[in-house]
């Protein structure tokens, strides 16, 4: 029972970041730079920093979990997962929610599933390490069926019906964005596996076990905020948008920064799910190592659900509809099959 509710507390962040992109509709007379900007001090310095405050215990502080070791490590993976967090808004902004989310995110979970074990020595060919191998691989499949459909839509659609379902559409740019993207991001899983001897701190000294792990994201996100904030500025910088977050009526930077901040607490749910919810599941378990991958998978199915209510998928064709629901069916197998092997 308590392994389902961690399941249920993962896919309830799922929902919240698939829905993270979506207040961008909602930004105005801002550059895309300007929105990320803001949306990252609240997705990655603010939500994440209030998330942290809840694993202190009494008589402790952040600065006594920080200090016990793998703080530096967890920070520099972040700057590593900024780059992917940073190319993942562009690769929404070229292929849509539904396939920017699927590549992207399918990536990283093959990607951040499987280094952690294999950098730690892990034998990925025979008992539990072969079933996490066979699930990703199940997942890489779901993915590759899903770019396909990506494929199908890019030919079977005009020109026309392309651009009014995404303003930017580029399929070619827009893949090997969302590829980098899922890559890098796989680095923010790196990030959260070596601050574990803070996360150990914080259970054995009486802080709450259930909002342990939070301390390490905040110094992960602390990392990727570097670098996003360093492309905004240069952004910023070279289009000349600096003022605009200044020249707008008081009412459209209200509604601005309140959208922002709803997109970065949408994006935060992912991870305070995400370490809530492995706190429920035993972590010796395949299903504990196969977290990551569940997370990404909900995260691809719910974008695609969006995706299909933006109408990014209008006027596809039934093939490329069929083929889509067939690759979202194999990666939920591959949740499947893992949480089979648990019983």
């Known amino acids: ?47 994440p920093f209030l998330g942290a405050l809840l694993a202190v215990g009494e008589n402790r502080s952040l600065i006594d979990i920080w200090t016990q070791g793998g703080a530096l490590q ?15 808004g562009l690769g929404m902004r070229y292929l849509g929610v539904a396939l920017g989310q699927s590549i992207g995110m399918g990536t990283c979970s093959a990607f951040g599933t499987i280094l952690p074990p294999l950098l730690a020595g892990s034998d990925l060919f025979h008992g539990k390490g072969l079933l996490l191998l066979i699930g990703v691989s199940i997942m890489i499949a779901g993915i590759s069926i899903i770019g396909y459909a990506g494929c199908l839509r890019n030919k079977n659609m005009s020109e026309e019906e392309k651009r009014a379902a995404i303003k930017d559409f580029a399929l070619t740019k827009g893949l090997v964005v969302a590829f ?80 922002c901040a709803l997109a970065g607490v949408l994006w935060y749910s992912q991870f305070f799910g995400l370490e809530t919810g492995k706190s429920f599941i035993p972590q010796d378990s395949t299903l504990y190592a196969f977290s990551w991958s569940i997370l990404m998978s909900l995260n691809v199915i719910a974008s695609n659900v969006w995706g299909i209510i933006l109408k990014e998928w209008k006027g596809a064709g039934l093939k490329t509809i069929c083929t889509l629901l067939a690759g979202l069916a194999v990666l939920i197998t591959s949740i499947i099959v893992v949480s089979i092997a648990q019983q």
Not at 1 to 22: A, D, N, P
């Open 1 to 47: 029972m308590e392994i389902l509710l961690g399941l249920l507390i993962i896919t309830i962040g799922s929902i919240g970041v698939s829905s993270s992109y979506i207040p961008i509709n909602k930004i105005k007379q801002w550059s895309w730079e300007n929105f990320w900007m803001m949306q990252g001090i609240f997705a990655w310095i603010v939500f």
């Open 74 to 88: 967890a920070i520099i993976y972040g700057v590593l997962w900024g780059v992917g967090g940073l190319t993942f």
């Open 180 to 259: 980098l993207a899922g890559a890098m991001s796989a680095c923010f899983n790196l990030g959260l596996e070596s601050g574990a001897p803070m996360k150990e701190y914080a259970v054995t000294t009486g802080c709450n076990a259930l909002f342990a792990g939070l301390p390490v994201i905040f110094l992960v996100t602390i990392g990727g905020f570097c670098t996003n904030a360093s492309y905004c500025i240069y952004q910023n910088i070279k289009n000349n948008t600096t003022r605009e977050y200044f020249s707008v009526s008081p009412a459209v930077f209200l509604n601005n920064t309140l959208f």
